[in-house]
């Protein structure tokens, strides 16, 4: 079975550009959550998916992070401008509904 | 809200030696309870979990035991082995809902 699978491995920009991170969930699983790990510290939920509603975004910042799922599958998430502080490894996991969570290798975002 | 708090890290033995690492949680309602591990350049898979009081997870030679009076749920491993060499991050979920709250995570490093 594949795993979560996420695009780019690494990312390299400077600050106010904008980057998109994608995801594509194990095949079936109706919830898709996005997490920001910050280094040092352990992964935060910024938003959970179940098919394509939104169940949670109270700790995505709105003014510049953006995500969407379309069709209930893949998604994306978006910065718009990049801070500094933006600086860490974006975590898609996906499940079964109320079932283990199945973790992505991450994308490692830099912000110079 | 949810906590978790971890051992501080990082943490260095020699293989074949015993391994506990402290995790103690804080939650309103009835959390399971989990182990994730990251191996280097990989993401989060998980370790093992308990899903109530007196519950003992366990897989790959670690176990845990979800113990409510004292709010804790322990990793420990009787032989560690160099590949054991990771991050490990204790986590929870609170009943009825899916969002994961982690800990900070604790290196360890296995020396021969």
């Known amino acids: 079975e594949a795993g979560v699978a996420q695009s780019p491995r690494y990312k390299i920009i400077e600050k106010r550009q904008s980057v998109a991170f994608w995801c594509n969930p194990i095949s079936g699983h109706a919830t898709l959550y996005w997490y920001q790990q910050i280094l040092g510290q352990g992964p935060k939920l910024l938003i959970q998916f179940q098919n394509n509603g939104v169940v949670d975004d109270s700790q995505l910042p709105k003014d510049r992070f953006s995500a969407e799922r379309l069709k209930g599958v893949d998604s994306t998430l978006k910065i718009q401008p990049a801070k500094l502080e933006d600086s860490a490894v974006y975590l898609c996991?996906?499940?079964?509904?109320?079932?283990?969570?199945?973790f992505g290798p991450g994308t490692r975002l830099t912000v110079l | 809200g949810d906590s978790v708090t971890q051992m501080e890290g990082p943490v260095t033995l020699s293989e074949e030696a015993f391994l506990t690492i402290n995790c103690t949680y804080t939650a309103t309602g009835y959390p399971s309870l989990f182990w994730y591990v990251q191996y280097p350049g990989e993401g989060l898979q998980l370790l093992l979990k308990a899903t109530k009081a007196d519950d003992k997870g366990s897989n790959k030679g670690f176990e845990a035991t979800y113990r409510k009076e004292t709010t804790s749920f322990h990793l420990e491993k009787g032989s560690v082995q160099v590949s054991d060499s990771a991050v490990y991050f204790c986590a929870l979920s609170d009943f009825g809902n899916e969002k994961l709250t982690f800990g900070t995570g604790t290196r360890l490093t296995i020396i021969p």
């Open positions: 996991a996906s499940s079964l509904t109320g079932d283990t969570q199945y």
